[in-house]
Each structure stands twice: as structure tokens, then as C-alpha cells.
């Protein structure tokens, strides 16, 4: 199917711009605007509630974060309105599961991701005890949802394999795009010396903050920056009171996150559970130097790994630190714009694929069978009244 003649939905139940799953789809939306026919993209939003976003209740434990629900009706209507040739759904959550259903009933293509290890999370959050029924209940739903797509598409080649063990059925390996802030905004020279450090991204248990904060505490000749929020926001405020070489920006918008990244040197990324890491990939786009622990996904692709700092099995981040500022200006500025020069690159390839991928999902014959005709009768009753 040609790709320009494609209408695509995507439903996602990440907030808009507070996590990486959210980011990237807002992100790739914003990409494929100018090369299908149209598409869509129903995500809860703080600032500017979606027409589909319904009420919501807090998350325990993250007051930074909130589980919203659909309105079905209003969804209902948009896929009317819309006959989308594919919708994509980014694994188990409330959204993508109204959005699961209603591609089956009505009989459209469905393309599900796959960009969260959903059992080192809840092993992470819950302990083992209760994650074994967490996740064993979590890989049922996702499962569920591999076996009834068409296809499935992952970030990284780990997930690869994990998606065909729970019954994926074509599985595709996609690029992370970027946001066009940081590929279009003009670039600050890197400076001859590490000075200043950033962490971007939520505060939560899974990045390893802690870690970042120790060598804050280590390094007082050095200036740290960490922007974002979540669940451990009081923990980083409290290193903050304690270490005068350390700063808390808060939550940032996207404008504020690149003249952050530009402002320094290096950027980290100490997580112990992460998928791929687009902050990584951005700080790269910003010809930055860049640190990630061997759980960050992108490292899994050569290209990338090539323009990185992976901290290695015996190394502490500030071991790590010092063996990138061992290196003389030119060799760090070199490597720093080939990272630049990968970054941009998986950009592109990421785009052109998706648009393959989906192209090709809509021409897959769905599992599901259309809607009897008295189902079609009330959603054009619907369409009409939210016309």
C-alpha cells in the first residue's frame, strides 16, 4: 500500500511529553503528519485534554502521574470518522485495550509495540513476590494482544525475541525518531572541557537517580543539572539542600531541555531498566558527550554504541566520567559529532520504516471479522452527533 494514502491511528495511554513511551509517539506523529493521508493521535494530555480523554485517578506511590480513562463513545466515534487502515497500540494499558477491541470488532490491521520490560519493572516496584503475579498477569495481556495484531514492533533487539516468545506474529525492529527541537535548532559548540553534567528525564527508581547523585557528591568540581520529576523528586531536592554543585530544573519542556543539553558538557543516563533511551539519542542529535549503563537499549545498536560512553562492568560512573575527560578536546569533539551524524541518521531510518511498517500492516488480512451492521448503525449515530 502506498504510504501517502494511509490513515493511521495511534492510541497510547502514556501522558503526553512525561515519559519516553509518550514522547515517542508524539514525537513520530509529528513526523508522519507530512507522509500519510492522515493520522492520529488520541493521549491523554495535562495541558490540553484530548476530546477521547476521560476522568482519571492518581497512580500510588508517583504523584506525578496520573491513570486516565477513555471515552469510549468518543473514541468510537473518531475511528468512524476516520476508517483508519491501522491502529498502533503500545502494549497493555486501558487506551490501548479499547483501541485493541475496537480494531477487532470492527476488523482493522492492528500493529501493537513493545518498548517496556514490564517484568524487571514490577520486580523493581513490587519485589519478587508480587511481581511474579504482576508480570505473569502483565505477559497474559501482552500476549493477548501479540497473537490478535498483525504486527508487532519493538525498539531494540532484546525485545525482539522476547515479542516472538509471547506469539508476535511479524515482528519488526524500528528506529526511535527525534522531536524536531533538537534536529532543528541550531547547534552550541561543545566546550573544550567537561564542566557541567545533566540528567534528563523521571525520577523514579528504575533511572538509578541515585547513582547520579553520588557523583554529584563525588565530583564538587564539576557542575550537575538534573531535569525532570516523579516519585523520587523529594530525594533529589534534599541532594540538592546538600551539594551546591547540584541543581533541579523540574519538569522541562522540550525548548527548555535542549538549551539545557547544550548548556553542558555530558549527559548520563544511570538507568538500571531502560528499553532503548531517547534522552541519550537527543543529547547525541546535540553533538553531546554521552554516558549509559549496559541496561540502556540503544547501546544494542552499533551505529549508536559507537558515539557513546557504556559504562563498563567494573566502572562507577565516575570512572566512567574520567576515562571520556582523559580524552583530548579534538577526539571528544570528533566523537561527538559522529554521534551527531548517527543520531540524525536513525532519525530518518526510524521514520522511513515506520511508514513501511505500517504500509505493510494494512495490507494484512485482520483476525476479526467487520461489525454486524446494527453496531455500524449506532457509531454513525455517534459520528453525527460529535460532527
Same mark, same amino acid.
Given at each position: 500500500?502506498?504510504?501517502k494514502?494511509l490513515?493511521?491511528?495511534?492510541v497510547?495511554? *502514556?501522558i ?6 509518550g514522547a515517542?509517539?508524539?514525537?513520530l ?17 495535562? /495541558? =490540553? #485534554?484530548?476530546p477521547?480523554q476521560?476522568?482519571?485517578? #492518581?497512580i500510588p ?10 471515552? $469510549?463513545?468518543?473514541l468510537?466515534?473518531?475511528v468512524? @470518522? ?18 485493541y477491541? %475496537?480494531?477487532?470488532?470492527w ?17 523493581l516496584y513490587?519485589?519478587?513476590? &508480587?511481581?511474579?503475579? !504482576? ?19 519493538? $525498539?531494540?533487539e532484546?525485545? %525482539?525475541?522476547? +515479542?516472538r516468545?509471547?506469539?508476535?506474529r ?13 534536529v532543528?535548532?541550531?547547534? /552550541?559548540?561543545?566546550?573544550? =572541557? ?14 538509578? %537517580?541515585?547513582?547520579?547523585? @553520588?557523583?554529584?557528591a563525588?565530583?564538587? =568540581? ?11 523528586? !523529594? ?11 547540584l541543581?533541579?530544573?523540574g519538569?522541562?519542556?522540550?525548548? /527548555?531541555?535542549? !538549551?539545557?543539553? =547544550? /548548556?553542558c ?13 531517547t534522552?541519550?539519542?537527543? *543529547?547525541?542529535?546535540?553533538q553531546?558527550l554521552? $554516558?549509559?549503563t #549496559? ?7 552499533? +551505529?549508536?554504541?559507537?558515539g557513546?560512553?557504556?559504562?563498563q #562492568? ?13 580524552l583530548?578536546?579534538?577526539?571528544r569533539?570528533?566523537? !561527538?559529532a559522529?554521534?551527531?551524524e548517527?543520531a ?5 531510518h526510524? $521514520?522511513?520504516h515506520w511508514g ?5 500492516? *494494512? ?5 476479526? +471479522?467487520?461489525?454486524?451492521s ?7 449515530? &455517534? ?5
Amino acid at each position: 500500500m502506498d504510504t501517502k494514502t494511509l490513515r493511521v491511528l495511534f492510541v497510547v495511554d *502514556a501522558i503526553k511529553g512525561r515519559n519516553g513511551v509518550g514522547a515517542y509517539f508524539q514525537d513520530l506523529v509529528s513526523h508522519l503528519e507530512d507522509r500519510v493521508e492522515r493520522v492520529e493521535l488520541v493521549q491523554p494530555c495535562l /495541558q =490540553d #485534554p484530548h476530546p477521547c480523554q476521560g476522568a482519571s485517578m #492518581p497512580i500510588p506511590g508517583d504523584p506525578t502521574q496520573r491513570l486516565f480513562f477513555p471515552r $469510549i463513545r468518543e473514541l468510537s466515534a473518531l475511528v468512524w @470518522e476516520m476508517k483508519p487502515h491501522v491502529i498502533v497500540i503500545p502494549g497493555p494499558g486501558i487506551f490501548s485495550m479499547i483501541g485493541y477491541w %475496537i480494531a477487532r470488532k470492527w476488523g482493522i490491521p492492528v500493529c501493537v509495540t513493545f518498548q517496556t520490560d514490564y517484568n524487571r519493572l514490577v520486580e523493581l516496584y513490587w519485589g519478587k513476590r &508480587l511481581a511474579k503475579l !504482576a508480570g505473569g498477569f502483565l505477559n497474559w495481556i501482552n500476549r493477548t494482544l501479540f497473537q490478535g495484531s498483525e504486527t508487532a514492533a519493538t $525498539i531494540c533487539e532484546s525485545m %525482539i525475541t522476547q +515479542a516472538r516468545e509471547a506469539g508476535a506474529r511479524n515482528p519488526q525492529l524500528v528506529g526511535t525518531p527525534l522531536a524536531r527541537e533538537f534536529v532543528q535548532t541550531p547547534l /552550541q559548540s561543545l566546550a573544550d =572541557d567537561v564542566n557541567k553534567v545533566c540528567y534528563v528525564g523521571r525520577l523514579a527508581a528504575e533511572k538509578n %537517580i541515585e547513582s547520579f547523585l @553520588e557523583l554529584a557528591a563525588a565530583r564538587p =568540581d564539576l557542575e550537575f543539572h538534573v531535569a525532570g520529576d516523579g516519585p523520587l523528586r !523529594a530525594k533529589v531536592d534534599q541532594a540538592c539542600d546538600r551539594l551546591s554543585n547540584l541543581h533541579c530544573h523540574g519538569w522541562c519542556t522540550r525548548e /527548555q531541555v535542549v !538549551a539545557l543539553v =547544550d /548548556q553542558c558538557e555530558v549527559l548520563v543516563l544511570p538507568s538500571s531498566v531502560e528499553a532503548f533511551g531517547t534522552v541519550a539519542l537527543e *543529547a547525541m542529535a546535540r553533538q553531546r558527550l554521552v $554516558i549509559t549503563t #549496559p541496561a540502556c537499549g540503544i547501546n544494542e545498536w552499533p +551505529a549508536l554504541a559507537r558515539g557513546l560512553w557504556v559504562m563498563q #562492568p567494573d566502572e562507577t560512573l565516575s570512572d566512567t566520567l574520567d576515562r571520556l575527560a582523559r580524552l583530548t578536546s579534538d577526539e571528544r569533539q570528533a566523537k !561527538a559529532a559522529s554521534a551527531r551524524e548517527a543520531a540524525l541518521a536513525m532519525n530518518n531510518h526510524a $521514520i522511513e520504516h515506520w511508514g513501511s511498517v505500517l504500509a505493510h500492516c *494494512a495490507t494484512l488480512k485482520p483476525r476479526a +471479522a467487520s461489525l454486524p451492521s446494527p453496531t455500524l448503525a449506532l457509531l454513525r449515530r &455517534l459520528s453525527s452527533h460529535h460532527a
